[in-house]
């Protein structure tokens, strides 16, 4: 008895062994005529393994690359498609270059330092004055989260940079409420520590 893993290898082990076999007896025959035959058979076949993906663009296209795969590049037809390359096959990726984001200030994040020139470029009015104040506060909690202390003189000036000295806001104007992080996780743990009792 032959296990499998005394057997060569399966190059795309997805269509299994007899999809091997019948690619290996379709390269191994003569008749070019034959031979173009059994491809487009073996082709049916494998298209029938995964009738799901039948609505996937390029699926014979794709078919037709595996079957060259399989066949080491060995199998000499007239490929209906432009076939894979074996240099492409194991050739590295080109170079992608990421998006880096400039932030000034990377505890804020480039979000909020959008929404600050928006703020900035805003209409005077209730709404600016609303936006500002929340603005202020989630700058609080970014900072704090980076800071021990929240210095809310930092965070003023922060604001006036970021919106390029449009927004100018004082402790005298305005003080930014504290943060309590762990205020309401405190209290569930109190109240189910009351109900245990």
């Known amino acids: 008895m032959q296990y499998n893993t005394q057997k060569e290898k399966l190059v795309l082990p997805e269509y299994g062994r007899n999809i091997q076999n019948m690619v290996d007896h379709c390269v191994a025959i003569n008749d070019s005529e034959e031979r173009r035959r059994c491809a487009y058979a073996v082709i049916d076949i494998m ?10 663009n390029n699926f014979k296209h794709i078919l037709w690359d595996h079957l060259a795969i399989m066949s080491d590049f060995k199998l000499e037809i007239d490929y209906p498609y432009d076939i894979i390359k074996k240099e492409d096959l194991f050739s590295a990726p080109g170079h992608l270059d990421y998006s880096r984001a400039t932030m000034k200030y990377r505890h804020y994040g480039k979000i909020l330092e959008k929404m600050i020139l928006i703020a ?78």
Do not use: C
Not at 47 to 56: A, E, I, S
């Open 47 to 56: 298209g029938n393994m995964f009738p799901h993906l039948r609505d996937v």
């Open 120 to 197: 900035a470029n805003m209409e005077e009015g209730a709404k600016k004055e609303h936006l500002q104040k929340m603005l202020l506060n989630q700058m609080k909690k970014s900072y704090s989260q980076w800071n021990k202390e929240a210095d809310d003189e930092k965070i003023f000036h922060d604001m006036k940079e970021l919106s390029g000295g449009k927004i100018v806001i004082t402790a005298d104007s305005y003080t930014i409420p504290d943060l309590k992080q762990n205020g309401n996780r405190d209290k569930l743990k109190n109240i189910k520590y009351q109900r245990r009792k």
